[in-house]
């Protein structure tokens, strides 16, 4: 079933007051429509720098999802066991998650509809309840990690308890809320500037750690030992099974609408051109923290004998002594506070584009981001009591093991869309493009699957 593309612009709806699905016959809202067409685009004769500046944004957004605390577990641990030679597997699933998002933003702009809605366009009701059920799943998995990566970085910097740190990251969905009614330019800009952040603290650490140049080039080209070493392909995997984050196909399919481009062939073609290179761009910027991560845990840790951290909090007491930098421990919780801050409120936005698209759900605006943080966070708060810190780590593994079960529901039906002329139309990618899509979407289901294996069955 073909996919008809938007309606023009228009006013965005007042929030509704009850909770409830859309009846029969009720015209089909735009995604996010709150935002939707929101952020004006300066018209064709402005300079190419205005133009690209007004679609920076939404590539900001998604690539959090590549620096959150799920991903630092994984960085941590092939930094200080095998040095710079992940550097490499870094860069692989950096490319990778360029092609993938560049989709998501291509099928948003060219249908006018994002991915949660596309899907349930084009599949049956029962089919629609499956995917719906996993991408609910995914948003906890997802905010599980973030919002214990909050807590532990409350811990470090302030001595507060796991418990009332994950109950302060609550305060997200208000955060959201406040900025969302301000406008999404201020959404984006608080996210660009807790990015921005991230990455001072790290650029900061980089320097202070002193890597060696040449070890540090060579780590970025692959080597045999990666796949000969079980171990280092283990961890390996782990980076690559980090690399997409199914709630950030979903969230860039939509956020990309944002914009008011022209809803004309020519204003879609150049609004994708913009996105792609806007989210290109920040990917490079995720590039350079991830890969900061694993430098700084391998001439910190792998170098002076501590090849065993692999714990958030290990790194943090470890780093100020060995680099000889009394403010490098306090960098690094600060950079995953923002880094857990980020990931929280656009899973937190995910939450609400998905819940909207599958299910044409209409509740409010503060209920809805609560419901989705509290979903998180339950869960949390629960092991954190009954179990500990203990507990905790157990937990952010076994989201990760659920972010793994996931996947697929998310990366094929955006490949399978994007590679479909009918839905597409003159916007459908070349079959080369299609062709090493589905080879990165193979690559990471097996990777992921096996990782998931390896974790279910290790003894």
């Keep these: 079933m073909a996919m008809t593309p938007a309606p023009p612009p228009v006013s965005p709806p007042a929030p509704t007051a009850a909770w409830r699905f859309a009846r029969p016959g009720e015209p089909e809202a735009n995604s996010l429509p709150e935002a939707f067409a929101s952020v ?5 004769g402005a300079s190419w720098l205005r133009r690209f500046m007004a679609f920076v944004g939404p590539g900001y957004m998604v690539s959090v999802g590549y620096m959150d605390p799920g991903n630092w577990a994984t960085d941590l641990q092939g930094g200080a066991q095998f040095g710079y030679t992940l550097l490499a597997v870094i860069g692989l699933s950096n490319f990778m998650a360029i092609i993938l998002q560049s989709l998501s933003a291509r099928l948003g702009i060219a249908t006018g509809r994002d991915l949660a809605q596309a899907c349930r366009d084009h599949f049956p009701p029962v089919v629609n309840i499956i995917l719906w059920l996993a991408c609910e799943l995914a948003i906890i998995a997802c905010d599980l990690a973030e919002v214990i990566g909050t807590a532990v970085a409350l811990h470090m910097l302030f001595g507060m308890p796991l418990l009332v740190g994950a109950l302060i990251s609550v305060l997200d969905a208000f955060l959201v809320l406040f900025l969302m009614n301000r406008g999404f330019r201020y959404l984006e800009a608080f996210i660009i500037g807790l990015f921005s952040i ?6 900061v650490q980089v320097v202070a750690a002193q890597p060696p140049i040449i070890a540090l080039l060579k780590g970025f080209v692959p080597s045999p030992q990666i796949v000969t ?4 392909l283990y961890v390996a995997i782990g ?3 980090a690399t997409v984050m199914p709630h950030n196909l979903y969230l860039h399919s939509s956020i990309v609408q944002t914009r008011a481009f022209p809803r004309t062939a020519p204003g879609r073609r150049d609004a994708i051109r913009w996105a792609t290179w806007d989210s290109t761009l920040a990917l490079m910027l995720a590039l350079f923290i ?3 991560i ?3 845990a391998a001439a910190a840790f792998h170098t002076t004998g501590h090849r065993d951290v692999a714990e958030l909090e290990d790194a943090y007491r470890l780093l100020s002594p060995i680099l000889g930098l009394g403010i490098a ?3 690094f919780a600060v950079a995953l506070l923002a880094a857990g801050t980020n990931s929280t409120i656009t899973g937190t936005l995910a939450g609400q584009i998905i819940m909207e698209g599958f299910l044409r759900l209409r509740i409010p605006h503060w209920a809805r981001r609560l419901l989705t943080r509290g979903l998180a966070i339950v869960p949390v708060v629960i092991v954190t009591a009954l179990y500990g810190d203990r507990g905790v780590g157990q937990l952010l593994l076994a989201s990760q093991v659920i972010l793994s079960l996931q996947l697929p529901f998310a990366m094929i039906p955006l490949v399978m869309f994007v590679s479909d002329r009918g839905k597409m139309g003159e916007f459908v990618i070349a079959r080369p493009l299609a062709l090493l899509s589905w080879l990165v979407a193979a690559i990471i289901l097996v990777l992921n699957f096996k990782l998931l294996y390896d974790t279910v069955f290790a003894t």
């Design 40 to 44: 004006r685009v300066p018209d064709a």
């Design 239 to 241: 980076i690559i099974g």
């Design 290 to 292: 991830n890969a900061a």
């Design 198 to 203: 991230i990455a001072l603290c790290f650029a």
């Design 229 to 232: 070493n079980s171990q280092m």
């Design 329 to 331: 421990s306090t960098l």
């Design 294 to 296: 694993l430098v700084v």
